[in-house]
């Protein structure tokens, strides 16, 4: 696996999936696979789980771990072609990347999307220019655009605490007071679709996700219609992704103290089939859940975040396959 974007980059989910249950019992078993090789970790913005989980992983398989937070120590980078560097930064990516590259095996990529220009976050520039000029195998820590180290926990965490064969599971957006990328949403749409659930997205309208995301996914816009029955609610929020309103890309659309009966709580909860409660953290208490839906016994944000682990290990052990 040379790049970890998309669901699509695993081959065949089953396969993915036993493997992620198979480093679960046991995450040492491939621990001399990474001997001497060195994963590069490049943050252009903040990490607590990634950060974490995907050091682990890495020291999992015995690999060595270099962690660069661009922010805190490094030159400030450029990230656009052709522009007169004039301003506060030092250096372009065009240097940086190949530089970078030749200290490591691996590198992944932690590069939000700007919001401000939706052809450029969703042609993943940053994390394709990493592809181009790096010459080494890239992954996504959260691009631009996708999420797939969280899809892909997701995906482990509800196959683990499921109680029936085919789950019906809920995207639901939630109120937030400031502008969040859509990576997140957009991947675990992505993941949804290609595993066998019964897949319903719920939010305002204006929020519609990118197509090449939501695929045939059905949308539901009133959320307590939607809640009914699920097995697992998947809350997040995200700013206007563009599809319907492109003037709007990036936008928060209505004021968050009039969205806040979005916010779950046990109001909606009551009508699941005992639903979990999931989220990808970090998350702000009361404003996406309540205190108590969070913390109650159908909560799985700790076992999902510890995923984080396995999914992490799943992915660098296949790249590491593929050196
Ligand atoms: C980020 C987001 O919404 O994409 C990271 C989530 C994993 N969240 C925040 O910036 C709060
Ligand atoms: N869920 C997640 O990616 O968390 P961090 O932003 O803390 O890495």
């Not at 003037?247 to 709580?265: A, N, P, R």
Request: glycine share 6%; charged share 25%.
């Amino acid at each position: 696996m040379k790049s970890f974007l998309n669901v699509s980059d695993l081959g065949d989910l089953n396969k993915a999936l036993e493997e992620a249950l198979e480093i679960k019992k046991d995450r040492y078993k491939y621990a001399e696979l990474g001997r001497h090789k060195t994963a590069l970790l490049v943050f252009f913005n903040n990490s607590l789980r990634t950060r974490l989980s995907t050091q682990k992983a890495a020291q999992n398989l015995g690999m060595n771990v270099i962690v660069l937070d661009v922010n805190a120590g490094a030159w400030k980078l450029e990230t656009e072609r052709g522009v007169v560097m004039d301003g506060d930064k030092s250096e372009h990516l065009l240097e940086a990347i190949p530089v970078m590259a030749s200290y490591c095996d691996v590198i992944g990529i932690r590069s939000f999307a700007g919001l401000k220009d939706r052809d450029y976050d969703y042609a993943e520039t940053v994390y394709e220019q990493f592809v181009k000029y790096s010459g080494k195998p890239v992954f996504a820590m959260e691009t631009a655009t996708v999420h797939p180290l969280q899809a892909f926990a997701d995906l482990i965490t509800i196959e683990e605490h499921k109680s029936c064969r085919r789950p019906k599971v809920v995207l639901t957006w939630a109120p937030h007071p400031k502008s969040l990328p859509q990576a997140v949403p957009n991947s675990f749409a992505q993941w949804m679709n290609a595993a066998d659930v019964d897949f319903v997205i719920t939010h305002p309208k204006g929020y519609e996700l990118d197509p090449k995301f939501a695929g045939e996914a059905r949308v539901e816009y009133d959320q307590m219609k939607a809640f009914e029955g699920a097995d697992f609610i998947y809350a997040k929020n995200w700013s206007c992704p563009g599809v319907t309103c492109p003037e709007k890309y990036g936008l928060i659309l209505e004021d968050y103290h009039d969205m806040l009966d979005w916010t779950v709580s046990q109001r909606q909860m009551a009508v699941t089939h005992g639903g979990k409660f999931m989220h990808c953290l970090p998350v702000r208490r009361n404003m996406i859940v309540t205190d108590d839906v969070i913390e109650g016994a159908d909560s799985l944000v700790i076992p999902e975040a510890a995923n984080r682990e396995i999914s992490a290990t799943v992915v660098l052990k296949r790249i590491l396959e593929s050196l």
